[in-house]
């Protein structure tokens, strides 16, 4: 099993800036693809950034220019720096992490979320 640890949510204003952190560990052999999605009350889970083996970014259009998904692969730990953030930023943030374990038996592991609110 491979388990996800987030971290780095809070409370800021509008404006401010937030860094996520979500570690892995466990049965991990290779990781393929690592992404933030997040959720706001009412509405449905939304993928905001994913980190794609061999260097690939993408990020939805809102957050373009304001948002930066990176990995240390050495940690096997996803980050998502967060400026300018608005208060429609205002969600409960999940990591995901898609890879293979010991025998190459594929995995998809969630973290718990870490609420992020953006509000003065």
């Known amino acids: 099993q491979v388990q996800l640890v987030e971290s780095g949510g809070g409370l800021v204003q509008p404006g401010g800036s937030l860094r996520l952190s979500c570690a892995a560990s466990g049965s991990i052999f290779t990781i393929y693809a690592m992404r933030w999605y997040r959720q706001a009350p009412g509405k449905q889970r939304e993928l905001v950034a994913a980190?794609?083996?061999?260097?690939?970014?993408n990020y939805q259009d809102s957050v373009k220019g304001r948002f930066t998904i990176s990995r240390d692969n050495s940690k096997n730990t996803v980050y998502l720096q967060m400026n300018s953030l608005k208060p429609e930023d205002t969600a409960l943030y999940y990591c995901?992490?898609?890879?293979?374990?010991?025998?190459?038996?594929?995995?998809?592991?969630w973290g718990q979320g870490t609420q992020v609110t953006v509000s003065s």
């Open positions: 980190s794609i083996s061999g260097g690939i970014t």
């Open positions: 995901n992490v898609e890879g293979s374990g010991t025998g190459w038996i594929p995995f998809s592991s």
